[in-house]
């Protein structure tokens, strides 16, 4: 399986997923057609599948475009089978998706939007909005505790787990990281590496599970920086996950 990167709009990134065996592919969001159009004819690969993770335009802009060109099978769940712009196979979480050979498999995490879902191949997790490197999405659909349910989900993904999100954000994540979790070092070390690679243009995605239990602010609820930090600033925050986690998320939406 190999998987190639494509940036698209200003920040989103699409996956082309290919099965090397039939040259059968399969793309995760594709925000617009033509990039994706012209890297699929460059591989002289066989476009399948469309996977979309939520319905949002910046993640499903192009499948349209693309059915013009290829026969293609689009994937998403099934709450947003008006939302998005020609699914064929409605999906809800463990069902499996094929791409040539591979198998994938559909994990539902609803918060940001209400029919969000993953694709998880073997070690490789496309997250689109739900988890990025060193941040979540917005909770435009979902409460802070579906979201939460979501990221734990995730989080209890083997720590190896190769994190394909759905944005380059990772700097600005780690800069936010780093005023709720100062000390954390990892949080530093990462940010420098990031700044680095940002600095001569080149992607920060993906990530390991490992990295984001260690710099995630959104999945350390249970650092005792973090709630030492909320409480001196929120002396009435509670001490439950879902209450530092929500904090947490309000705070990034004004960062
Ligand atoms: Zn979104
Ligand atoms: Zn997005």
């Known amino acids: 399986m190999q998987v190639i990167q494509i940036p698209l709009l200003r920040d989103n990134y699409g996956y082309l997923i290919v099965c090397e065996r039939t040259d059968e592919a399969g793309i995760i969001d594709p925000s617009e057609a033509e990039p994706v159009l012209q890297q699929v004819e460059k591989e002289q690969l066989k476009l399948k599948a469309i996977l979309n993770t939520h319905h949002h335009r910046d993640h499903t802009g192009g499948n349209l475009g693309l059915l013009e060109r290829f026969r293609a099978q689009v994937y998403g769940h099934r709450i947003d089978r008006e939302r998005i712009p020609g699914l064929t196979h409605p999906l809800d979480e463990g069902d499996e998706v094929t791409i040539g050979t591979l198998k994938g498999k559909t994990l539902f995490i609803p918060g940001h939007t209400k029919g969000h879902v993953a694709y998880l191949f073997d070690n490789k997790l496309f997250c689109g909005d739900t988890l990025f490197a060193a941040g979540c999405g917005?909770?435009?659909?979902?409460?802070?505790?579906?979201?939460?349910?979501?990221?734990?989900?995730?989080?209890?993904?083997?720590?190896?787990?190769?994190?394909?999100?759905?944005?380059?954000?990772?700097?600005?994540?780690?800069?936010?990281?780093?005023?709720?979790?100062?000390?954390?070092?990892?949080?530093?070390?990462?940010?420098?590496?990031?700044?680095?690679?940002?600095?001569?243009?080149?992607?920060?995605?993906?990530?390991?599970?490992?990295?984001?239990?260690?710099?995630?602010p959104f999945l350390r609820w249970e650092s005792a920086e973090i709630q030492e930090n909320l409480k001196r600033k929120f002396p009435d925050l509670g001490s439950d996950p879902v209450s530092i986690f929500a904090l947490v998320r309000e705070l990034k939406d004004h960062f």
Do not use: D, I, W
Request: some cysteine; charged content about 30%.
């Open 138 to 216: 917005r909770l435009f659909e979902g409460t802070a505790a579906e979201m939460l349910s979501s990221l734990k989900r995730l989080r209890s993904l083997s720590p190896e787990t190769l994190v394909y999100c759905g944005h380059e954000y990772t700097q600005k994540n780690l800069e936010f990281a780093l005023t709720v979790e100062p000390h954390n070092k990892k949080v530093a070390e990462k940010l420098e590496k990031v700044r680095a690679l940002r600095a001569k243009g080149l992607s920060t995605v993906p990530s390991t599970m490992e990295e984001e239990r260690e710099t995630n």
